[in-house]
C-alpha cells in the first residue's frame, strides 16, 4: 500500500510502521508531507473537505458527531474558517486560493481557514487541473467560476480523508506487528 499525505495525516505511527515507515522518521515525514506534526484526531480527520468555508459549522459537527460547542472549539485553536452568509467557497475554489497562496502548508492553512492537510490536498487537486488542461495558475486564475466548477466536476476530484480501515486480528502477522510495536515502544521509554 502507498502510503500518501492523508495517511500521514490521519493514521496512528504503529498503523504507519505497519505499511512499512520507519518509525525513527515518522514525526519528520509526517510534518514535511502534510504540515501536521501529530496526526489529526480519527473524529476530525472526517471533517477534512469540510472547512474553509465548504460546510457550516453546524454540518460539520454533525459530520463528526460531536457538538457545535466542541466544533467551534477545534477550529478556534487551529484557524479554522466554517461557511457563513460571508464566507462560502466550494473546494475547487479553495483548491485555487491555496495553490495561489504562497507559504508551506502549516502557514497557509490558518490564512485560509484550512487544516494543513487540506491544504496540500487541495494543491495537489488544483495541480492535476493544470496539468490535464496543459494552463498554468495565471491561466487558471483568468477562469470564470462556472468553468473551474465544470472542470472539477469532470476530473472528478474530492478532498476528504481515507476511510478506516477495519482490523482482522486473524490476518497474517497482525498480532505480531502489535506486539513488536508495543515492545518498540517499551524499549525506547525506558531510562
Known sequence: MTVGALHYATMTNAELVTRGVPAASITSQRERMTGHVRRVQDRFARSVGWWG??????????HVDVDPAAAREYA??????????????????????????????????????????????????????LVQNEIDLATLL????????????????????????????????????????AERRARTEEP
Do not use: H
Open 53 to 62: 468555508g465548504v460546510a457550516t459549522l453546524v454540518e460539520i459537527a454533525e
Open 76 to 129: 478556534k485553536f487551529r484557524g479554522l474558517k466554517w461557511r457563513t452568509r460571508r464566507r462560502s467557497y466550494t473546494p475547487a475554489q479553495l483548491a485555487v486560493r491555496a495553490l495561489a497562496t504562497r507559504g508551506a502548508a502549516r502557514d497557509v492553512g490558518p490564512q485560509i481557514g484550512l487544516l494543513p492537510i487540506e491544504v496540500v490536498v487541495y494543491r495537489a487537486a488544483i495541480t492535476d487541473v
Open 142 to 181: 483568468a477562469w470564470p467560476v462556472p468553468d473551474l466548477e465544470r472542470e472539477w466536476a469532470r476530473l472528478d476530484l474530492r478532498v476528504q480523508a481515507p476511510l478506516r480501515e477495519s482490523v482482522d486480528l486473524r490476518a497474517p502477522g497482525y498480532l505480531d506487528r502489535v506486539v513488536e510495536e
